[in-house]
């Protein structure tokens, strides 16, 4: 006759074996499922990161192609004056051509006046800028009861 505990301890070792064999099977589902679970995670992270770098990409790319319109347009603007200045020119040059030698005379002294004033006025802008470049810490501590630079100084009717 069979030893009766034997065939306990082996129907116990089956029954473990079948324990170990179910518990293994729902260990398998179960990182199944929490690695599936992380890939969809990590592709919905990976596509709302996509999404957030395309839609960057195309707002820059909407700037930059509104950036070169504008500086086109700003382009053509310039040109457009440039054309008209040019044509203003030829005009003038077309009309010096057709005066006659006294009035041109007449007209170059007079230009040649106008460049002198314009060059002293410059010249002692730049001058009068240098003087309160050097003063400026001087500026700072005058009375406020004093004219400033910009003032001009009225004469007292007597």
Request: with cysteine; net charge positive; charged share 25%.
């Amino acid at each position: 006759m069979p030893d009766v505990g034997f065939m306990l301890l082996c129907k116990a070792a089956q029954q473990q074996e079948q324990l170990n064999q179910a518990a293994t099977i729902i260990q398998a589902h179960y990182r199944r499922y929490a690695a599936q679970k992380q890939f969809q995670q990590l592709r919905q992270a990976a596509s709302t990161i996509q999404q957030h770098a395309t839609r960057f990409l195309q707002r820059r790319e909407a700037a930059q192609e509104r950036e070169r319109e504008e500086r086109a347009k700003r382009f053509k603007a310039v040109m457009t004056r440039h054309h008209e200045r040019i044509q203003q020119l030829e005009l003038e040059k077309q009309r010096l051509r057709d005066l006659p030698i006294g009035q041109l005379d007449a007209y170059e002294g007079k230009r040649h006046a106008a460049a002198i004033i314009i060059q002293a006025h410059w010249r002692g802008s730049k001058q009068r800028e240098a003087v309160r470049a050097k003063h400026s810490g001087l500026l700072a501590l005058r009375p406020t009861t004093c004219r400033s630079p910009t003032t001009k100084h009225q004469p007292t009717g007597s």
